[in-house]
Structure formats: structure tokens, C-alpha cells
């Protein structure tokens, strides 16, 4: 009887899972495992948060996993090591694995192949639509700009989404470990797990999507980037069934989908993109401890950026339009590092994606792969188009609830006890006035 591991990774689900559906089809028993490496908390991407929603995605995926008649294994310790010894344990002759793109993840990869050569098996188009290297431009690895890729991207072939597995047959005997959560959590985060993503996905209509997703009030993207992030819904099923609808909406989240895959090809690349400028500008950040806490602490006196600041820290999330605009108050208004802002993100957001957060930080920064490295987004320009009548501020910033409408955006006006500007308001029209684009 022959026995193959599929080894979990950023793909916590039964629908459409390449490597899943691997191992079940090759091998008589099937070991989902997923393991806990010491790595990731030792990188700073152990965040409670996104602890908290990664217990909920592998109580569910256990739970998914018992109604075909297996059960998921969790264990703790160096990826590799322990891989090895739930093979000799259960006699595994092969090992399955969804191909990252992070530094971590290539490091996880050679030491797997080290210790089972070509009995590994990975599979490159799990976490993305379009696997990282699959469309290149001549004479180079990635595309740099996101317009080419993107027409690139829609020409390439997409697999076939896969079913669930009906039963899988697990070897009796083998020992799971528990997953312990500490820490403050955010007190709205979402629930984890495939069956809530997938119920999440019922609800929601891509139709409007085009005339909505920007809108900060209304709250009407997808919010599936969690599921995205952990792999509790596939980027392909997801990408396959908008296409097969018609309309401006569909388009629209098709491209954002796009974007997630631009982001991880550049990463794949390029992984000391991470940390590290993806086209150094020589930039002299400006350094302040003061600014920079108030800005975390969302007391900038900008109602737009401390509104997204708090919304962040109550659901470990932020509307997309609002970390645009936080970030770009960060980078831009108060010239303070980028890596700052982007760590500060990664604490706290439950869609924590290292590709997709520091690639986003860096193309507002201008540092990454925005071909106007000098946009600026003004935050009050930002706020009277996309929260024109002051909603969204008066949910997250309920002290200024009762100014009017968009007033509620210029609390120096008319809400004296609401904190000063930390960038006084003609200091910042002045700074936008020496840039190069206005948005």
C-alpha cells in the first residue's frame, strides 16, 4: 500500500487543491500534515491575529477532512526534520508541496529536497492564478510593470479547477499536537476556515464591483484576502468563475487577482524585496518616534488616516482604498520609512501577505514598481472622493460623529478638542504642490 504526504502550507482547503488532489490520486493512504515551523515566528510573522484565524483554518480543515475519513496532522518544528519523521512513521514515499515564493519558502523547499530528492513533488500553480515565472518579457525573469504583465497574464493558459476529495484513507496512529494562540487579538477579526470563506463567497456579488470597491462607506469588496492569504479559497476557482460572468464588476476583480500574482512574481524574483528597496530612490527618510506612534495609534488629526488606522487595529483588516491613503500619509506626508508603515501592517492584519504588503507599501512609497515613483495621494483629495458624505470616518472615529457630512474630514474647523494635525493643513497642501502628481 503505498503512501504519499501532502504537506499544507498557504493552501488551507479540499476544494481545488492541486496538492491534495496529487497525493490522493497517486497513492493508495494520504498524510495531510501541516507543520508549524519555529521559522515563521523567528521572522516576526507569528502575529496573533493571524495565529488566532490560522487555528480557526486548521480546526476547519480537520473538521472538512473527517467527512471523507482522514483527519489533518499538526505538528511543531523545522519543516524538514519533521516531514521526515512522519515519513518514516508512516512508511510516505512521497511528499507533495504548493511552491512558495518568500525567501522562507525557497529555504523550506531545498532543505525538503535535500532529504527526499526527487520523491518531492511541487506544484506551481496552487497559491497564484498564473505560477510566478510562467510569463516573463525578453531577456528578464519578471515584469517589473504591472500594465504588460497584466496583458500577458490574461493570454496564459489557467488549470483546471479541481474537485474536493470524496474519501481519503489516512494511516491510523499518527500523532497530531495542538496549536497554541496567545496574545491581544484585534476584537472583530473574522473567522477562519474554508467553510466560512466558502459561505463568505455565496454571499457576495462581483456584479457591482467596479462602481463599489472603492467606496469606503459602502464596505463592499470581496474582504476575501484572508481566505486568500491562507489558502482557504483558490485564487483559480475564484479567477475561473468571475470570468465566466460578464460586466465591468467581474473584470475588476479579475484584475485585483492579477495583481496579487504580479506582486508574487516580483517577490519570487526578487525576495530581498522584502526588506529592501525594489528600486532604491536614495531616499532620506525622516525620523520621528512621535509622528510615527500617532499614526499607528490613529491620532494624526486626519480623520481619513486615523479612521483606517482603527479600523485596522478593531478587525485586522482595512478597506483596500484606506491603506492606500494611510500609507501614503505615512511615506509621502511625513517621509518616514516605508518599513515602518509595513511592519506595523504585518502585526495586525490578518491578510498579512509578505509579497502583496511590501510590494503595496513600496509602489506608494515610490521606491517599487510604480512608474511615477512621485505620486502623492492627498488624504484630504482622498477623503471628499471617497468618503464624500464623512461615513466611514464616523463609524471608526465615533468623537467626530456629529460633525456634518463632509466636514467631518477638516475637524480643525469645527472640533477644537480633536487632536491637532500632526502636518499642519497648508504645510501639507504646500508638500503636494511640489510633487509631480495629485491624486
Known amino acids: 500500500m503505498t503512501t504519499s504526504i501532502a504537506l499544507f502550507t498557504q493552501d488551507l482547503r479540499l476544494h481545488d487543491n492541486p496538492v491534495l488532489h496529487a497525493a490522493a490520486t497517486t497513492a493508495d493512504q494520504v498524510v495531510p500534515l501541516f507543520v508549524l515551523d519555529p521559522g515563521i515566528e523567528a521572522a516576526g510573522f507569528a502575529a ?33 526534520e519533521v516531514v521526515a519523521r512522519v515519513a518514516a512513521e508512516t512508511g510516505a514515499g512521497a511528499v507533495h508541496l504548493a511552491a512558495g515564493v518568500s525567501a522562507f519558502a525557497h529555504r523550506r523547499e531545498a532543505r525538503l529536497r535535500e532529504r527526499f530528492g526527487d520523491r ?76 466560512a470563506a466558502r459561505a463568505r463567497w455565496r454571499r457576495w456579488s462581483v456584479d457591482p464591483y ?60 526578487r525576495p530581498d524585496a522584502a526588506r529592501h528597496d525594489y528600486r532604491a530612490r536614495e531616499d532620506r527618510w525622516h525620523q520621528d518616534e512621535a509622528e510615527a506612534e500617532a499614526w499607528r495609534q490613529g491620532r494624526t488629526g486626519y480623520p481619513i488616516v486615523d479612521a483606517g488606522m482603527r479600523q485596522l487595529a478593531h478587525e485586522g483588516w482595512m478597506h483596500n482604498r484606506a491603506r492606500l491613503v494611510t500609507a501614503g500619509f505615512l511615506a509621502k506626508s511625513l517621509y518616514l520609512d516605508w518599513r515602518i508603515g509595513a511592519a506595523h501592517f504585518l502585526s495586525l492584519l490578518v491578510d498579512g501577505d509578505l509579497a502583496n504588503n511590501q510590494l503595496n507599501w513600496q509602489w506608494v512609497a515610490g521606491t517599487g514598481t510604480d512608474t511615477r515613483p512621485n505620486r502623492i495621494l492627498n488624504p484630504l483629495r482622498q477623503a471628499d472622493r471617497y468618503d464624500p458624505d464623512g461615513a466611514y470616518v464616523r463609524r471608526w472615529v465615533p468623537e467626530l460623529a456629529h460633525l456634518p ?18 502636518l499642519a493643513p497648508d504645510e501639507l497642501t504646500a508638500r503636494f504642490r511640489h510633487g509631480r502628481a495629485l491624486d
Open 48 to 80: 496573533p491575529n493571524r495565529m488566532a484565524f490560522l487555528a480557526d483554518c486548521l480546526a476547519d480543515l480537520d473538521s472538512s477532512l473527517r467527512r471523507t475519513g482522514s483527519r489533518l496532522i499538526v505538528r511543531h518544528g523545522a519543516t524538514a
Open 120 to 195: 518531492l513533488l511541487v506544484h506551481d500553480a496552487s497559491l497564484t492564478v498564473v505560477p510566478p515565472g510562467r510569463v516573463t518579457p525578453a531577456g528578464r525573469n519578471h515584469y517589473a510593470v504591472f500594465t504588460p504583465y497584466h496583458r500577458a497574464w490574461q493570454q496564459a493558459p489557467w488549470r483546471t479547477v479541481l474537485g474536493p476529495p470524496r474519501t481519503l484513507r489516512t494511516p491510523a496512529g499518527v500523532g497530531s499536537e495542538n496549536l497554541v494562540v496567545g496574545g491581544p487579538l484585534s476584537p472583530a477579526l473574522p473567522p477562519g476556515g474554508e467553510t
Open 210 to 269: 467596479e462602481e463599489v470597491h472603492d467606496d469606503l462607506a459602502a464596505d463592499a469588496t470581496s474582504r476575501f484576502s484572508p481566505y486568500l492569504h491562507f489558502g482557504c479559497l483558490s485564487p483559480t476557482e475564484l479567477a475561473t468563475r468571475a470570468r465566466q460572468r460578464e460586466g465591468a464588476g467581474a473584470q475588476a476583480f479579475v484584475r485585483q487577482l492579477a495583481w496579487r500574482d504580479f506582486h508574487h512574481q516580483v517577490l519570487a524574483a
Open 405 to 422: 457630512g463632509p466636514a467631518v474630514h477638516r475637524p480643525w474647523l469645527l472640533a477644537p478638542d480633536y487632536p491637532a494635525p500632526i
